[in-house]
């Protein structure tokens, strides 16, 4: 039923009911107003409905008032490098009658704070000034300032400005055009070049003077402070910020390395690398995925070569599978049915039971994890190339085995050996020389750190068997990865 | 109801505006609190939380949307309900008793009876159908309102204003309100 066809709506009848004394507003006025103070100050009791948007929307004040405490840092950073630059400048231009004006205009602010009023020049003053502006680089020398001078009142032409001699005005109640224009005015009429320079840099603090550049000398804590002032004196109008250089990063910033330290492990995949001549046991011994890790130092070198050396350790790892068929084995069946007896007069059934020995088909499996362990040094002459953050390396040297470890099982002769040390009787494997050769990639986190990928490749020159007529020289490919870090 | 005049002030604060709008418009903002805030120890809390309000959002009153006169009431009861819901936070939860639900387009003749004993049928109805009758009978709202303004579904606006009349139906009957009975109530 709609409220609209409700027959029943009616209002209540004529007449409001008598005001209890207690609603007079006298003694409802305090109430009231203490009441207001509290809904405007936000005591009264939050709605829990209300609050989550309330909390949302302090989070996105508090995100607002961030960020712009980051804008303002940022405007003041270039607020007081200009200021350095401004009030250096006095100091630096010739006393004389030709620089007074122009020397004037620049302490206006001082001026302006023990209360003196600065002349206001007129607005017609900007156009002798934009058109004196060519004419007064007369002299080489006042060129550069010259013409810092006309960019400036070029790109201030028909703009509020908002730089530091705004600041007195504002605090005067002048008209900020007005004062504008003086400045521009100012520098037009002044034919000295120290005269030039001194307000070009007080006016033009976006597109310095390359004689003027002061960003090299250190901010003084008093320097900072009529900045400061003038910061917060400042217009409501947006400032409009200088295009500041930005430092142009290198390149490859590793290229300057005096050396750079690798970290490095991985996968080893390797074969026995037999010669034609092969043992016996090579049917039954199988190489497996292995690891290795290492610690190099590759030293930079002219023109991007490197000397690298390092300490390094490859577990090489086989498998060895191996079965033989045993003959005469047997085997014996403890209490066994060996007869069953019938008495033919009763029916009775009776069963004798005893060992019994078989011979039956077995065979004999023996699987061994053997693994050669090798400590070795490398050294190698590698090449870098750099681009951006990546640099590739290239490197070719060998490695020596200074220490190994041999240990497994195998075939030698028709008989299983056990082998457990650092020469065995079928392989040597310490002083051995192996051939290099590794590829790195490298991405530079940082100027120090890079995360490193690469392959190694090695190539056992010396001969690892003991056995005559075997020749033994393994060969191993790793793909590795690890961390860099330049010196 | 209020001058125009005395709602600018109010605008601005001034503090003999408030006195002047409190005064033009409390016996009708008292009207509907004592309707709504049973307990009348409440009553001057609930006007002073009211008055403030409405001085403090007095700029959000549109004339070209309507009169002031409903722009405060819907503030009284907003504010009502609001201080209801603050004292009383679960006695929303209607009690379950046999009612006849089924809607009656039955008229309710409520004009005929005083006042007082219309407000006296009011203090003794359930805290839960008084909101809505009063929202829905006096206050004009309708049941998307009521739902909106209690928080509940229209159909529990629809349910509990129909448990209201039956309640009062069997009420007027038990006291013997021949008068309502003759009109066929």
Redesign the interface.
């Known amino acids: 039923m709609d409220s609209n066809k409700d027959k029943s709506k009616m209002h209540m009848p004529d007449g409001q009911p008598p005001l209890p004394p207690e609603l007079d507003w006298e003694r409802m006025e305090a109430g009231i107003l203490k009441k207001m103070d509290e809904l405007e100050s936000g005591k009264t009791p939050r709605r829990p409905g209300n609050f989550k948007r309330k909390a949302a929307a302090v989070v996105l004040l508090a995100i607002l008032v961030l960020l712009v405490r980051y804008c303002t840092r940022t405007n003041g950073g270039f607020v007081f490098e200009n200021a350095v630059a401004t009030q250096k400048q006095p100091a630096e231009a010739p006393a004389g009658p030709a620089v007074q004006q122009p020397s004037k205009v620049v302490q206006e602010p001082s001026s302006m704070e023990t209360g003196e009023k600065a002349p206001i020049p007129t607005s017609e003053n900007t156009g002798q000034a934009t058109a004196k502006n060519g004419s007064s680089s007369g002299s080489p020398s006042s060129k550069t300032a010259a013409k810092t001078t006309q960019t400036s009142s070029l790109k201030n032409a028909g703009k509020p400005s908002t730089r530091r001699m705004d600041s007195p005005t504002s605090t005067t109640g002048q008209p900020k055009q007005a004062l504008n224009n003086s400045t521009e005015t100012s520098i037009s009429k002044s034919p000295n070049l120290g005269t030039d320079k001194t307000v070009s840099a007080a006016t033009t603090p976006a597109i310095p003077a390359p004689e003027a550049h002061v960003e090299s000398q250190p901010l003084m804590a008093a320097d900072l402070l009529p900045s400061i002032t003038f910061f917060v004196e400042g217009e409501k109008t947006a400032p409009r910020f200088p295009e500041i250089p930005i430092a142009v990063p290198e390149k490859s910033p590793a290229r300057k390395d005096k050396g750079r330290v690798f970290l490095l492990g991985g996968a080893t995949v390797w074969d026995m690398g037999y010669g034609s001549n092969k043992p016996g046991r090579d049917d039954f011994e199988n190489t497996t995925v292995s690891f290795h890790s290492g610690l190099s130092y590759a030293h930079t070198l002219k023109n991007n070569f490197t000397l690298n050396i390092g300490l390094q350790m490859q577990e090489l790892a086989s498998r060895f599978e191996w079965s033989q068929d045993l003959n005469n084995y047997k085997i014996t069946l403890l209490d066994t049915v060996l007869q069953v007896r019938v008495n033919t007069l009763t029916g009775e059934t009776q069963a004798v039971r005893g060992d019994v020995e078989l011979d039956a088909p077995a065979r004999r499996m023996v699987r061994h994890h053997n693994t050669v362990r090798l400590y070795q040094i490398p050294f190698a002459v590698g090449r870098t190339w750099f681009s951006e953050k990546w640099q590739a390396d290239v490197v070719l040297g060998g490695a020596v085995s200074v220490f190994s470890e041999n240990k497994g099982r195998t075939l030698y002769k028709g008989e299983l050996l056990d082998y457990d040390g650092i020469n065995t009787s079928l392989v040597s494997t310490q002083g051995k020389l192996h051939a290099l050769m590794a590829g790195r990639l490298t991405y530079n986190l940082t100027k120090k750190i890079g995360l490193t990928t690469g392959v190694q490749f090695q190539k056992s020159i010396s001969n690892w068997s003991r056995e005559q007529n075997i020749r033994m020289r393994p060969n191993s490919l790793s793909l590795e990865f690890g961390l860099k870090y330049s010196l | 109801m209020v001058d125009s005049a005395i709602i600018e002030l109010v605008k601005k604060r001034e503090t003999g505006a408030?006195?002047s709008m409190?005064?033009s418009c409390?016996?009708?903002v008292?009207?509907i609190v004592?309707?709504y805030v049973s307990n009348?120890s409440d009553?001057?809390?609930a006007?002073?939380?009211i008055?403030?309000?409405a001085?403090?959002s007095i700029h959000t009153f549109d004339k070209s949307k309507g009169e002031f006169k409903f722009w405060l009431r819907r503030l009284v009861i907003n504010q009502c309900l609001?201080h209801y819901r603050?004292k009383k936070p679960s006695a929303l939860v209607v009690p379950l008793e046999v009612v006849k639900e089924t809607?009656s387009?039955?008229?309710?003749p409520?004009?005929e009876?005083?006042?007082e004993e219309?407000e006296g049928y009011l203090e003794m109805m359930p805290e839960a159908y008084r909101q809505i009758f009063m929202l829905?009978?006096?206050d004009?709202?309708?049941?998307k309102e009521v739902s909106e303004l209690m928080d509940i579904s229209i159909e529990s606006s629809?349910t509990q204003l129909s448990r209201a009349?039956s309640w009062l139906r069997k009420n007027l009957f038990d006291n013997g309100n021949n008068k309502l009975l003759a009109n066929g109530f």
Not at chain 2, 105 to 108: K, P
Not at chain 2, 140 to 143: C, Q, T
């Open positions: 408030f006195k409190y005064q409390i016996g009708y008292y009207s004592r309707r009348e009553h001057p809390d006007i002073q939380e008055f403030a309000r001085f403090l609001q603050q809607e387009d039955d008229v309710l409520l004009h009876l005083s006042r219309i829905h009978v006096f004009e709202y309708s049941h629809r009349k």
